[in-house]
């Protein structure tokens, strides 16, 4: 298992995650990602116009950026 860290990118602002959650090994990060971005954009009550430039980092615990994956506009 292997701890990665899902933070929210709103252009040049950050909202990091700072507990993380460990995975087992060969998990999908992107998918985790991406179920995160969608739950996300569901839960919002922001107009879609704000997220273009949202996106969620996937980083490991040295703060390596593994990933980063848009928040969709709908």
Do not use: K, N
Not at 21 to 27: A, M, N, Q
């Amino acid at each position: 298992m292997a701890r990665y860290f899902f933070s929210i990118r709103y252009g040049d602002r950050s909202l990091p995650d700072s507990e993380g959650v460990e995975l087992d090994d060969g998990v999908d990060l992107r998918q985790c990602a991406l179920y995160l971005a969608a739950r996300l954009r569901a839960g919002s009550p922001l107009p879609a116009s704000r997220f273009p430039s949202c996106t969620i980092e996937v980083s490991d615990p040295q703060g390596e950026l593994l990933l980063r994956v848009p928040v969709p506009a709908s």
